[in-house]
């Protein structure tokens, strides 16, 4: 168990810039999560993969923002035009499909600034 | 809606004194509770959870915590702190079932002093 990794861990980019961030998650866990997190506050859903299936789309994730599961592994999640609101850190986090608790691990996180 | 509350952000305590954060949720059934840990540069780290069973929940590093219904409370302890447990806490509440939607709270940044 190698855990949840997130690349890159830092990203600087220009306001207008695409910029796609990459999360693997533990090898055998099929559902994954993405939160973003801003400064002062606690992580806030922004969507949630089963297998390759994105199932479901917090409202904070504008037209701009797309998430892929392309074989029920890796994910991406690519930010289009960024905008300095966009600054913040991006979190990825599996589980696995009939844990009771479903507990999440979360991997370390991308940081993304905006300038 | 599921909601977390942490009503404190900032809190700051002696090495070897007690801890308790507090924490409330809001949650029309049973609640999946969770208590995370982030130390600067690094992912949530999960302390302990609460599904069922007994109220008391022990987790790892020392830390328990305590689910009241009648409260809706879910705050986090450790009879001594240690300055590693400087940090930010995240409280947590789950839907749990078959997809885990999981809301958090503000967090609590722990300041340990000598």
């Known amino acids: 168990d190698t855990g949840v990794s997130q690349d890159p861990r830092h990203k600087i980019t220009k306001r207008g810039q695409n910029v796609t961030f990459r999360c693997d998650p533990i090898?055998?866990?099929?559902?994954l999560y993405w939160y973003r997190q801003t400064l002062g506050q606690g992580p806030e859903f922004l969507t949630y993969?089963?297998?390759?299936?994105?199932?479901?789309k917090s409202r904070l994730l504008s037209d701009r923002f797309s998430a892929e599961r392309p074989k029920g592994s890796f994910s991406t999640l690519e930010i289009q035009r960024t905008e300095q609101g966009d600054s913040a850190m991006y979190l990825c986090?599996?589980?696995?499909?009939?844990?009771?608790?479903?507990?999440?691990?979360f991997g370390p996180g991308t940081r993304l600034t905006v300038l | 809606a599921q909601s977390v509350t942490q009503p404190d952000i900032h809190i700051t305590v002696s090495e070897g004194a007690s801890l308790e954060l507090r924490c409330n949720y809001s949650y029309g059934a049973t609640p999946y509770l969770f208590w995370y840990v982030q130390s600067p540069g690094q992912g949530l780290q999960l302390l302990l959870k609460y599904f069922s069973g007994d109220t008391l929940v022990q987790g790892i590093k020392g830390f328990e915590a305590e689910f009241k219904r009648s409260q809706s409370s879910f705050n986090l302890r450790k009879p001594s702190v240690h300055w590693s447990d400087a940090a930010e806490y995240f409280c947590a509440v789950g839907s749990g079932g078959g997809y885990q939607k999981v809301t958090f709270g503000t967090g609590t940044k722990l300041q340990v002093i000598p």
């Open positions: 993969f089963q297998n390759e299936a994105q199932l479901e």
């Open positions: 986090a599996s589980s696995l499909d009939g844990r009771r608790s479903n507990e999440q691990f």
């Open positions: 090898s055998e866990h099929n559902r």
